[in-house]
């Protein structure tokens, strides 16, 4: 059995409420540490992300509960409002997220150099501190411990009008070169991790009167629709081995006549969303473990 991790969720926390103003900067456990499919081993997720993956709508966030469906663990490193891609605005509001965007972070998941980390610390939301707690915390991990990494963005690439594409396949101010860049990062450090790359979910936009609204399939901030965005991860991930696409805009059922259900705003999936989501992404995994999926 492999030895087990401890990450970061302030809840675990309770029963050392004396120690809560340290526990902040400690690492602790998300989700429940048992066996997987029977299997003796406990999987070991790293999940890398944009809002969808750090917020908790509910009760609980996605990574939370993708470990306590599957009965593993998972390492959170989302942080709400990133891109894939490097926005490198002079004048961008959040210059300092920017410096937390996955091209960024993969770069110190392989260096193992987190040191600069805390320089941001105090710009990013209380609740998203967990992760960069546990991106200091995976520099201890061997790199065989890790099982799986999810590489969950697009909607802020996608906001913003990053393009898509350039001459340099790792352009990293493009969605597909960071994304390109990022995937072979990750194969560097975890060499036998599967990475699924997990596409962009369906949004919506409201017109000024707050009744009408565009989708996002239609919605073009200047680097394309949504399924502009979908498709570009889509083709990156399949030049990889061990590179598995998890396709939101198909696998979620979510369109204009139901995403009230399953949205918490026009962008961010609600609790209902999330557990639909979190039924497609075990499909995905068991479909891998199983050796099924394409």
């Given amino acids: 059995m492999k030895k087990k991790k401890w990450i970061k969720e302030y809840t675990v926390f309770i029963i050392v409420a004396v120690i809560a103003a340290v ?30 993956m750090a917020y908790d709508f509910g009760d609980r966030s996605i990574p939370q509960r993708i470990a306590e469906r599957l009965e593993c663990d998972v390492y959170n490193c989302a942080v709400g409002g990133t891109t894939a ?23 110190i998941i392989e260096t193992e150099n987190a040191q600069n980390l805390y320089d941001f610390y105090d710009d990013v939301p209380l609740n998203e501190r967990y992760a960069i ?15 799986y990494v999810v590489i969950s963005y697009g909607l802020n690439d996608y906001l913003a009008g990053q393009p898509l594409y350039s001459e340099d396949p790792y352009d990293e101010t493009t969605y597909a070169g960071a994304l390109r860049s990022s995937i072979e990062r990750i194969q560097r450090k975890y060499p036998n991790a599967t990475i699924v790359v997990s ?20 919605k073009d901030w200047g680097g394309g629709s949504i ?8 083709a ?30 026009s962008m961010h999936l609600n609790a209902v969303g999330q557990e639909m989501y979190v039924d497609c992404f075990v499909d995905v995994i068991e479909e891998v473990e199983s050796g099924n999926n394409g």
């Fill in 227 to 234: 399924i502009a965005y979908r498709d570009a991860a889509k």
């Fill in 199 to 218: 596409s962009i979910t369906y949004c919506v936009f409201y017109e000024e009167d707050g009744q009408n609204f565009a989708e996002g399939y239609a």
């Fill in 23 to 52: 526990a902040i900067l400690s690492t602790s456990k998300i989700g429940i540490q048992k066996y997987y499919f029977g299997n003796d081993e406990t999987l070991q997720i790293l999940v890398l992300g944009d809002s969808n």
């Fill in 133 to 147: 707690d546990n991106m200091y915390y995976l520099t201890e991990l061997e790199n065989e411990d890790v099982d």
């Fill in 85 to 107: 891609s490097k926005t490198n605005y002079k004048n961008y509001a959040d210059w300092t997220i920017d410096s937390l965007c996955l091209y960024n972070l993969t770069k």
């Fill in 236 to 265: 990156v991930a399949e030049e990889y081995a061990n590179v598995y696409f998890m396709d939101n805009l198909e696998l979620l059922k979510i369109d204009k006549t139901n995403f009230a259900e399953y949205m918490q705003d």
